[in-house]
């Protein structure tokens, strides 16, 4: 079991918190042409750092004009897939699709497409892939410091789930997501 972090807009984050479970997508878009893309295919995402889910955060609050925040709560991923700079997204993408197509012929379509909706494609293929192989997520070390989840049974993986703190992304201007973070916990500590 770890504990993990997504960033969301405040409203939704206690709707989640409510009912104890995600109802949206992970495929968003955002101001400025940002994109959370739904790489490995449909699933929660999430971080294992509260500064990495408090841009996330940000990018929500921003576009749904409200407050952000960071929740956490414990992942338990049985048979997650290991990725790692030795096996990667792109070498991930290359089994799942020779699995996908053991002859080769890809669809004519597959990329003609446009950028996202191929993202979408390969990655169902992907987590299609992942699932006949019986893994049931994800743990991705993107670099020595950031680690990404993906869980694909969230109504069983996700538990406890919790807002860590909020705030107001104009508040970014004067301190750092660890000093807003700060702050959240000492003047909530006793409630």
Same mark, same amino acid.
């Not at 504990?3 to 918190?17: P, Q, S």
């Not at 294992?48 to 925040?69: G, L, P, R, S, V």
């Given at each position: ?66 407050? $952000? ?5 414990? !992942? ?5 897939? +290991?990725?790692?700079?030795?096996? /990667? *997204? ?33 990655? $169902? ?5 992942? !699932? ?5 997520? +994800?743990?991705?070390?993107?670099? /020595? *410091? ?46």
């Amino acid at each position: 079991m770890s504990t993990v972090y997504r960033g969301i807009a405040f409203n939704e984050a206690l709707h989640v918190v409510n009912k104890q479970q995600y109802e949206r997508e992970e495929r968003r878009y955002f101001l400025d042409g940002v994109v959370a893309k739904a790489v490995f295919g449909e699933g929660i995402y999430l971080v294992h750092d509260t500064d990495m889910a408090a841009q996330y955060a940000f990018c929500h609050a921003e576009t749904e004009n409200d407050f $952000a925040a960071v929740i956490s709560q414990q !992942l338990t991923l049985d048979n997650p897939m +290991i990725l790692h700079r030795d096996y /990667n *997204e792109a070498d991930l993408r290359k089994d799942a699709l020779e699995w996908k197509y053991p002859d080769g012929n890809l669809p004519d379509n597959m990329w003609q497409t446009e950028p996202m909706l191929r993202v979408e494609k390969t990655g $169902a293929i992907m987590r299609e892939y992942l !699932l006949h192989m019986k893994y049931d997520g +994800i743990k991705y070390h993107v670099n /020595n *410091e950031f680690i990404y989840y993906i869980s694909y049974f969230p109504c069983t993986q996700i538990s406890d789930i919790r807002i860590d703190f909020i705030f107001d992304i104009h508040d970014l201007k004067n301190a750092s997501v660890q000093v807003l973070r700060e702050r959240y916990k000492l003047k909530n500590q006793y409630l």
